[in-house]
């Protein structure tokens, strides 16, 4: 099992980003998906969640609007897009799969499986 995470980099504030989340080894469709991040010196917080199908979607207050998950099950891959960067988006961003085939509960503990993590980084 294996979530392979990409897409990060250096953009300017308002500016944007996709991510991507590559699964293998198993079935994405059977799983609820996670966005995580982690800022140099905070603790790991949750961004966004999305159902097994797609039909569902759940985002923290601080990137509504700004943040959009999608899936697509046929390619094994989740993909978090990021407009309207701002500084205080950077960090280590986390792709996770839930064995809950949706999981917005924010909570990392109740994730099973966890990408390696792409650095976003936004200047002002």
């Known amino acids: 099992v294996q979530l392979q995470a990409s897409g990060g980099g250096l953009v300017q504030a308002g500016g944007s980003l996709r991510l991507s989340c590559l699964a293998s080894g198993f079935t994405l469709s059977s799983y609820g998906m996670g966005w995580f991040r982690q800022a140099p010196g905070k603790e790991r917080e949750f961004v966004s969640a999305?159902?097994?199908?797609?039909?569902?979607?759940f985002y923290t207050d601080s990137v509504k609007g700004r943040f959009t998950i999608a899936r697509d099950n046929a390619k094994n891959t989740v993909y978090l897009q990021m407009n309207s960067l701002k500084p205080e988006d950077t960090a280590v961003y986390y792709c996770?799969?839930?064995?809950?085939?949706?999981?917005?509960?924010?909570?990392?503990?109740?994730?099973?499986?966890w990408g390696q993590g792409t650095l976003v980084t936004v200047s002002s």
């Open positions: 996770a799969a839930s064995k809950s085939r949706f999981n917005p509960s924010g909570l990392a503990r109740t994730y099973n499986y």
């Open positions: 999305i159902s097994w199908s797609g039909g569902s979607s």
